[in-house]
């Protein structure tokens, strides 16, 4: 391919290398799990910390928690609406605080000071595999909210306005998953690749603002997967007269 | 599967999708079930129990200010009540007290004619009974006159 040709010291920023892990038959990119797992290990100390004692009148981390509790419901109860939302809020959470806690730790911790032998440590939603493993999940359930909620009445959906609208709502199915994940996925890994190519090429001062941008970006983005997966199921469960 | 020959990765790349995806997933569940029994039921749990606390105090505000509200209506009215009825009151004596004075002062005042006709009649009689014993004194003077020119004579 055309960027053989680069200087080989581009490989310095080792896109596209992961650190295997074969468990028998089967091959896993052990820097995602690592990474994920201290993540989400901080996560869950965090919160087990905030829930450790609560009280009727919140402080400190159980402020941030309810904070973050109360941010989440709304999310859900605008998209999915009053009725189901209370199932899938825990959902859409998870969602939203995965990769959010994946897109800043990604962003914030420096992994690059931690060595791998092949790879290297990053965002859990910079590999295809997560996010597509999420987009997955985000299909299975409105699948499940829409069946479960009005049984095989969801498949009204498909004809909803007139039966011509049929084959697009087939390929929405289809498209909904893709773009969630490859949004997810370029937008991160995106903005992995630009600050380190700015470290790499300018170590200092400038990458900053970038890495700002990134940060926010990676917010949004969370917020963006959260909010679309809350309005598929939304879209599942809604009754059409 | 779909291994690209991504930046000249010798395997892998950027679109490498093995079993990291479904165990990815399950790792996904499985947080979401966790989150959900350390976070998501009891904050929800404390929230809407503080909110329901603070809707049903609220509800309790309203209700007993409606009632002060009612209370204070019933008690301004029982007030105006109390006022006309003290007017009315105090009107009626103001009445009362006018007609008695009418009375006591016309009563007095024919007293007073009474006494004063009484008082003019008696000065009349003593005047004329006056005038007449003076008349008689003149008439006897004027006799004992005459009889003594004639007299001397």
Known sequence: ?241 | MLAFDFFGATEGGLFDINATLPLMAIQVVVLTYILNSLFFKPVGNVVEKREKFVSNNIMDAKNKLSEVEKLEADLLSQLQSARSEAQKIVSEAENESDKLYKEALELANNEANASKEKARLEIENQTSSAREQLFNQAADLSELIVNRLILEK
């Open chain 1, 1 to 241: 391919m055309f960027l053989n040709s680069l200087p080989t010291n581009f490989a310095a920023l080792e896109v596209g290398q992961h650190l295997y892990w074969q468990i028998g038959n089967i091959r896993l990119h052990g820097q995602v799990f690592l990474t994920s797992w201290i993540l989400l290990g901080a996560l869950l100390v965090f919160i087990s910390l905030g829930t450790k004692k609560m009280e009727n009148d919140p402080k400190g981390l159980q402020n941030l928690l309810e904070f973050l509790w109360d941010y989440i419901r709304d999310l859900a109860r605008t998209q999915i609406g009053e009725k189901v939302y209370r199932d899938w809020m825990p959902f859409i959470g998870t969602l939203f605080l995965f990769v959010f806690v994946s897109n800043w730790g990604g962003a914030l911790i420096p992994w690059r000071l931690i060595k791998l032998p092949s790879g290297e440590l990053g965002a859990p939603t910079a590999d295809i595999n997560t996010t597509i493993a999420l987009a997955l999940l985000v299909s299975l359930s409105y699948f499940y909210a829409g069946l479960s909620n009005k049984g095989w009445r969801y498949f009204e959906y498909y004809v909803h306005p007139t039966p011509i609208m049929l084959p697009f709502k087939i390929l929405e199915d289809f498209t909904k998953p893709l773009s969630l994940s490859f949004r997810l996925f370029g937008n991160i890994l995106a903005d992995e690749l630009v600050v380190g190519v700015l470290v790499f090429l300018v170590p200092l001062v400038l990458p900053i603002p970038v890495m700002f941008l990134g940060l926010f970006t990676s917010a949004i983005q969370a917020l963006i997967f959260a909010t679309l997966a809350a309005y598929y199921i939304g879209e599942a469960v809604e009754e059409h007269h």
